[in-house]
Nanobody, 115 residues
Framework: QVQLVESGGGLVQAGGSLRLSCAASGSIFSRIPVGWYRQAPGKQREGVAV???????NYADSVKGRFTISRDNAKNTVYLQMNSLSPDDTAVYYC?????????WGQGTQVTVSS
C-alpha cells in the first residue's frame, strides 16, 4: 500500500514559480517511477512529468524547459519545480505511482496562475 500527499500549490502571478511536493509512505516508493499529472477544469487529466527510480526524467512538451521533477529517496519525496508559470498551467496537480498493477493517487494540490 502506498499513500501520497501533495503540497505546495497556491495562487501565483504569471511568470512566477512554485514547488510542489509529493510525500509518500511505503518502503517501495524509492524503487518505482513517480509521475506528476494535472487536471484543469473541464479537461482530462494529463501527464506532466515522470521520474524513474534511477532519476531519469521525461516531460510533457508543454512544460519542457519550465518544470523540473526531482526526488529525494531518503525523504520519500518527489518534487516538481515549476517556473515561468502561465494561466494555462492552472489545474489540480496530482502525483501518481503504479505498484502491482494498482494506481495510487494523492488528493491533489490546486495551482492557480493569474494573468
Amino acid at each position: 500500500q502506498v499513500q501520497l500527499v501533495e503540497s505546495g500549490g497556491g495562487l501565483v502571478q504569471a511568470g512566477g514559480s512554485l514547488r510542489l511536493s509529493c510525500a509518500a509512505s511505503g518502503s517501495i516508493f524509492s524503487r518505482i517511477p513517480v509521475g506528476w499529472y494535472r487536471q484543469a477544469p473541464g479537461k482530462q487529466r494529463e501527464g506532466v512529468a515522470v521520474i524513474t527510480s534511477g532519476g531519469s526524467t521525461n516531460y510533457a512538451d508543454s512544460v519542457k524547459g519550465r518544470f523540473t521533477i526531482s526526488r529525494d529517496n531518503a525523504k520519500n519525496t518527489v518534487y516538481l519545480q515549476m517556473n515561468s508559470l502561465s494561466p494555462d498551467d492552472t489545474a489540480v496537480y496530482y502525483c501518481n505511482v503504479r505498484w502491482s498493477s494498482v494506481d495510487y493517487w494523492g488528493q491533489g494540490t490546486q495551482v492557480t496562475v493569474s494573468s
